[in-house]
């Protein structure tokens, strides 16, 4: 006599199945979110750098500083001669400048910063100070 075998997957073994795929995934998507971060690390440092450079060349041609007040001033003196644009800051998607001398642009709400004082280009976010 014969014996119908029934084909398909019992129920631990998709049970077995999904629970290598929970633990994958939970080993995989940190990475992910870890390379996103150093990706906008990375663009916000030659970001920096690349307009730090602009402000200095500008600096050198013209005797003195860039009209930093705002964006728009900043875009007249420094657009299209010596940057393309005003960048946009890498972890809030919108290029706000401010200028001004001493410590008080630390609690300005801004993307970007210009100390007159002592000529720096930087910003707030963690990882433009390194």
């Excluded at 398909?8 to 999904?18: A, K, P």
């Excluded at 450079?53 to 500083?65: H, P």
């Amino acid at each position: 006599m014969r014996t119908k075998r029934k084909s398909g997957f019992t129920l631990v073994e998709i049970l077995i199945v999904v629970v290598i795929l929970g633990i994958l995934a939970a080993i995989v998507i940190p990475q992910f979110s870890e390379a996103s971060d150093n990706a906008k690390a990375a663009a916000l440092d030659s970001t920096l750098q690349t307009v730090r450079s602009q402000i200095s060349l500008y600096r050198f041609k013209e005797s003195g500083d860039p009209d930093c007040t705002s964006a728009a001033t900043m875009a007249t003196d420094m657009v299209p001669a010596y940057l393309q644009s005003i960048p946009d800051n890498p972890y809030t998607g919108t290029g706000t400048v401010l200028q001004g001398a001493g410590a008080a642009l630390e609690d300005a709400a801004s993307d970007w910063w210009y100390n007159t004082t002592d000529h720096t280009f930087w910003t707030n976010d963690v990882v433009a100070n390194r």
